[in-house]
């Protein structure tokens, strides 16, 4: 019984590894990519990032956003970062497609340039690592997917080299067991590391995320009405999916309705609101999201993971503000202190998944991490290779007999945990059991 869970964990992990090692090695390299990715974009953007433009001339930032609007037809500013010096604030641009803009204000808050928002370094990076880049429901599953199994490919190695005792038994000269020997090490000193960058990225993730927002939502402090869309990026991931307080509207039998991309002429002036927030004492950096309805609010929020260049702040500081877009009037607000356990969990988590929780040693760890990780993939490619028999496909031997009750509540446990991977693991289950059919009619 114990060969037969030892030989099936062997086989699952042997398939597992050949049909996902190229999403797993993507994912890992795009990763990577984008770990660095304020490093590279300040050099490819310098002048964008911290440049000047021709004019001296001072304008207010309402004069600045009406140039800009004025000068990109058909798109309307939606998001405004207010960044640290030396950084230049950046503003998004939305048109009705959705199609997005990024432009530039230098210190006197004129024009110094614009980059297409899907086309920046950072967003390709995160594009190619969450939905390699072709997008769509599907693709996220399958990522999601992907990772899930490279979680079991974690434990099911764990368990072979200690049950298989492969790190203490001596080497018998085998060029094959040496190159076990080595996957195995390598193996069991990043599972820890990396089973935890890996549930510190599923909070992205289309189910599990969803789930884990879900469960981290309760308890939680509730807001009012209108959500935020989901694609606003420099919200703090723990309020990303709040209701928000509405507006007092005392002109809403003026006008009609307004959207992201239209703003009436009723609400108060980026300006305004900028000298509302600093009466708050929130500091620099922030970001400023336009109201999405007539009953909607300015949100102000610092976020610990917004994935724009010079915006994260500490978790700590993270903080979720509201204020009405008529009176600019402090409504209400969200800070870290506000978390729920869950909350905070993750809060920490996802910039250290992201490596800026703790500065360059975050860096280094997880490049170390996620390049151990690549070479356990080719080692493990590369021990198949040494032990595969000449025109065959050599994999681990089939063992249908001895299902133990260890291994049922094992994956029963990690169906539970990751639904896709349980999915996924019943469609395993049910090709077996065919195999297993259609070798008894065989006989």
């Known amino acids: 019984m114990?060969?037969?869970?030892?030989?099936?964990?062997?086989?699952?992990?042997?398939?597992?590894?050949?049909?996902?090692?190229?999403?797993?090695?993507?994912?890992?390299?795009?990763?990577?990519?984008?770990?660095?990715?304020?490093?590279?974009?300040?050099?490819?953007?310098?002048?964008?990032?911290?440049?000047?433009?021709?004019?001296?001339?001072?304008?207010?930032?309402?004069?600045?956003?009406?140039?800009?609007?004025?000068?990109?037809?058909?798109?309307?500013?939606?998001?405004?970062?207010?960044?640290?010096?030396?950084?230049?604030?950046?503003?998004?641009?939305?048109?009705?497609?959705?199609?997005?803009?990024?432009?530039f204000l230098d210190e006197q808050n004129q024009i110094v340039g614009s980059q297409d928002a899907a086309n920046t370094y950072s967003n390709v990076m995160r594009s190619i690592h969450s939905s390699l880049f072709v997008g769509g429901t599907p693709v996220n599953y399958l990522v999601e997917l992907a990772a899930c199994w490279a979680i079991f490919l974690l434990i099911s190695g764990l368990y072979m080299t200690f049950k298989g005792k492969i790190l203490t038994r001596k080497a018998n000269g085998s060029k094959n067991f040496r190159n076990k020997k080595l996957h195995a090490?390598?193996?069991?000193?990043?599972?820890?590391?990396?089973?935890?960058?890996?549930?510190?990225?599923?909070?992205?993730?289309?189910?599990?995320?969803?789930?884990?927002?879900?469960?981290?939502?309760?308890?939680?402090?509730?807001?009012?009405?209108?959500?935020?869309?989901?694609?606003?990026?420099?919200?703090?991931?723990?309020?990303?999916?709040?209701?928000?307080?509405?507006?007092?509207?005392?002109?809403?039998?003026?006008?009609?309705?307004?959207?992201?991309?239209?703003?009436?002429?009723?609400?108060?002036s980026v300006g305004q609101l900028i000298d509302e927030v600093e009466s708050e004492n929130i500091s620099k950096p922030y970001s400023i999201v336009y109201p999405s309805a007539d009953d909607g609010v300015y949100i102000v929020s610092k976020g610990s993971n917004s994935g724009v260049t010079g915006l994260d702040v500490s978790p700590s500081e993270e903080m979720?503000?509201?204020?009405?877009?008529?009176?600019?009037?402090?409504?209400?607000?969200?800070?870290?202190?506000?978390?729920?356990?869950l909350q905070k969990w993750f809060t920490w988590g996802i910039p250290l998944h992201e490596g800026h929780l703790f500065g360059w040693p975050n860096k280094v760890l997880n490049l170390v991490v996620c390049l151990a990780f690549l070479f356990v993939i080719f080692w493990g490619f590369k021990t198949w290779l040494s032990r595969k028999k000449k025109d065959k496909f050599s994999a681990p031997p089939k063992n249908f007999k001895g299902l133990s009750i260890g291994f049922i509540v094992l994956m029963v446990l990690l169906g539970i945990l990751m639904p896709l991977f349980g999915i996924s693991l019943i469609i395993v289950a049910l090709i077996e059991c065919i195999v297993i059919f259609v070798k008894k009619n065989k006989e």
């Open 2 to 103: 114990k060969k037969g869970f030892y030989n099936r964990f062997w086989r699952w992990h042997f398939f597992a590894g050949i049909f996902i090692a190229p999403l797993l090695i993507t994912l890992t390299l795009s990763g990577i990519g984008y770990l660095f990715f304020p490093e590279v974009e300040n050099q490819l953007y310098d002048d964008l990032f911290f440049g000047d433009s021709e004019s001296n001339e001072q304008l207010t930032i309402d004069e600045g956003m009406e140039k800009v609007e004025k000068d990109f037809h058909g798109f309307a500013v939606t998001k405004i970062s207010i960044m640290e010096e030396p950084y230049n604030t950046r503003l998004t641009l939305t048109d009705e497609a959705g199609e997005q803009k990024y432009v």
């Open 185 to 268: 090490l390598i193996g069991v000193i990043i599972t820890i590391p990396m089973v935890v960058i890996i549930f510190t990225g599923l909070p992205w993730s289309a189910v599990m995320g969803n789930i884990i927002y879900t469960t981290a939502s309760n308890n939680a402090p509730e807001l009012e009405l209108n959500p935020p869309t989901s694609d606003i990026n420099e919200i703090p991931w723990a309020t990303r999916q709040e209701e928000t307080p509405a507006s007092d509207d005392p002109h809403a039998h003026h006008h009609g309705g307004s959207s992201q991309s239209e703003h009436n002429e009723f609400m108060i």
């Open 320 to 341: 979720t503000t509201y204020f009405d877009q008529y009176s600019g009037e402090y409504i209400a607000a969200v800070n870290y202190e506000d978390y729920n356990l």
